[in-house]
């Protein structure tokens, strides 16, 4: 009996033998369109796990430039903004050694006055300056101006809102890097030392130490005018005293032969011709003593006038003085100021301005130095000169914080820099090692489309001469 080919079995072999062939053409021509050797998991299991884990890495390594990019436009914004806030010490600096100039008038002082308040404003923006929607000063907290202005006992005062804590980055993997700096270490830095008095009333630090920062306003009020024994002279009060300002304890000279007044180691004032009702005497601190000599008959006189008084921190509660205290404690229990006196050589009445060295912000240094220059408590020449001294010190305190600031922000740009070179580094070497495992070999992968054309073709050929059938096939 002889063995015979079913024409099933034929048919079955010539279309296993066409589908091998035409998937393999397919795929040819897949690889070759999409440039990937691994099209799908199976064509490569393991290498298909490889390249899932390299892109992986390529994706956090993207996320980490991008990030890299967004700080350091922020860096720069800040390190740029800081360098403007130099230059602008550096003009202050050179307006305030002219303001020193003992030959200059008040229109002159006032003119250096006007540019210290263009200045502050200038500063202030800087400080509020912003990268986009968020400030570079405000620490974490960006959705706020980080400095406002804010009333302080009747003077307007720039207050600092922000945080302490510096937005970060993570520029690698465990790298985290601050891109900001908080306006508080870069404008308003604190370096505590003494605290200091205008020279308005002739007040002095107490032996306790103090507490707080900024600026202050100790108000010092004439309560009563004790004349002493002034009326047996035929001299009396103007207004009761209602207008002095004098405070303490002041010897009172009169002078008859010569028609002169002095108040303790103030101005000789001469005495007019008829004696007036109100001859105003000031002693060396420019306390105030009103005199009605309309009763005076020309005798000398020497004696003590004083001016009874209290003072006060938060312009609401008033301590009475003795002028004997050497340690008087007076706060502010709103702001948290504490400060104490040595009021034994307290002689005149007014506002006398108290400050926390090391504890001003640059805004209210240049207000406080415009003040200063207006003279408004009109201070002699030498206190107006020991004042803008002692801003020249606080001046130079803040430029070169603010120089550190920028410091610190070039340095974080520069590590930054290096930071994006090393990731374009690890990207361009994991992209080559994904190219080696992933990509398809186009010479080879054209040759395989050339052999697997052919090879259709053949199975095609093939196929159609083994289907060749007909009715004799069967016959015989």
Known sequence: MGFRIGTFSTFRRVLLGL??????????????????????????PTGAARAIRLERQLSDV?????????????????????????????????????GMNGTLTPDDRESLADQFDLIRGQLLELGNDRAGDLFLFGGTATG???????????????RYIGNGDGQTIRAGASIDVDITI???????????SATLYGGLSGVKRGTTADEG???????FRHDSTDPGNLGAVGIALTNGGLSDTLLGANDLVIDGANGTVRLGTGPVVEIPAPPPTDLVVENELGGKLH???????GADYAGVVTGNGSVSLDGTTYAALTFAETDLEVSDEESGRVIHLDTTGVRRAGDELVEFAGTTNAFDLMQQIATDLRNGDGLSSDKVQSRLNSRLEDLDRHHKNILVGAGTLGARSQRLSISDSRAADVEVGLQGL???IADADLAEVAFDLARSDYLLQLAQASGARLLQTSLLNYLG
């Open 19 to 44: 589908r091998q062939n035409q998937l393999a053409n397919v795929r040819a021509q897949e690889q070759l369109s999409s440039g990937k050797r691994i099209l799908r998991p199976s064509d490569d």
């Open 62 to 98: 993207d996320r980490y430039r991008r990030a890299i990019t967004q700080g350091l436009s922020t860096v720069d914004s800040g390190a740029a903004s800081l360098t403007s806030a130099s230059n602008l010490m550096i003009q202050a600096r050179e307006l305030l050694i002219q």
């Open 144 to 158: 706020d101006k980080p400095f406002v202005e804010v009333d302080d006992g009747g003077i307007r005062r720039i």
């Open 182 to 192: 908080s306006g508080e270490r870069a404008f308003g830095r604190f370096e505590p």
């Open 213 to 219: 920062r900024g600026y202050a306003t100790l108000r």
């Open 291 to 297: 005199l009605d000599l309309s009763g005076y008959a």
């Open 434 to 436: 994904l190219s080696n």
